[in-house]
């Protein structure tokens, strides 16, 4: 086992499916930003919370860690255009995107297979990455069928 290979791991990593999210929050000027994530994890049911990581290098790591919070949207399989819309380095990534704010105030993405709203619990060193703890305030769930992330494969 070559440990030292970041491809091959990358590739290893890649063998555990994963559901594909979108995590949304609101900056300190009051715009929504929002990212595709895939680890994205429940944590715990009392309290209600769920974990995410962010690459320490990505664009809008400070803005989601200043955040006060954030909500994950659970992708459907009918949503591959919004998964790679929100992988995409546009300015602005609500453009024509069908959302309205939670309770919290953060971005929910209509049509979703599940959210949650989540209030800011904690964050940890996670190596090249930030991990951030949030804590479920509220959620919705629908009947659709999963979009999931396999072999650097979508579907």
Known sequence: MNTQNNKDLRKAFGMFPTGITVVTAIDKENKPIGMTVNSFSSVSLDPPLVLWSIAKKQPSYSL???ANGYAVNILSKDQVK???HFASPLNDKFENINWKLSENGFPLINDTLAW?????????????HKILLGKVTSYGISNMDPLTFWNGKIS
């Open 82 to 84: 919004l998964c790679n």
């Open 64 to 66: 989601f860690l200043d």
């Open 116 to 128: 949650f709203d989540c209030t800011k619990w904690n964050d940890y060193e996670g190596g090249d």
